[in-house]
């Protein structure tokens, strides 16, 4: 069994800069499985947000956080970082990181059903 646990969530002004990290232990290597990072918003459907391949090599972005969010990973230490930057209110949510089979970055790895563990997820709110 994967565990996967998000942190670095937290209140933030609008302009402001967050970095998530999704930390994974149990079994498999720390490089094997692809990443993608959701979020859920109150009264919304759970969205994706960001993919990192199992290389790090493939990445892709919500079009909304194209130019504001990075993503990246350290195999040795299992971690997965979503650095978020020039935050808005909309951006407020629970997220969530998840893990699946070490596909390539598409529009398929934007779907949930592509990944198989979950983190519990972090609150980030975006509000002056």
């Known amino acids: 069994q994967l565990q996967l646990v998000e942190s670095g969530g937290g209140l933030v002004q609008p302009g402001g800069s967050l970095r998530l990290s999704c930390a994974a232990s149990?079994?498999?290597?720390?490089?094997?499985?692809?990443i993608g990072w959701f979020r859920q918003a109150p009264g919304k459907e759970r969205e994706g947000v960001s993919c990192?391949?199992?290389?790090?090599?493939?990445?892709n972005f919500l079009d909304s956080v194209k130019d504001r969010f990075t993503i990246s990973r350290d195999n040795v230490l299992k971690i997965v970082y979503l650095q978020m930057n020039n935050l808005k209110p909309e951006d407020t949510a629970i997220y969530y990181c998840?893990?699946?089979?070490?596909?390539?970055?598409?529009?398929?790895?934007?779907?949930?059903?592509?990944?198989?563990?979950w983190g519990q997820g972090t609150q980030v709110t975006v509000s002056s």
């Open positions: 990192i391949s199992s290389g790090g090599d493939g990445k």
């Open positions: 998840a893990a699946g089979p070490p596909l390539p970055c598409t529009d398929a790895t934007s779907r949930s059903s592509a990944y198989r563990y």
């Open positions: 149990g079994i498999g290597s720390g490089g094997y499985y692809t």
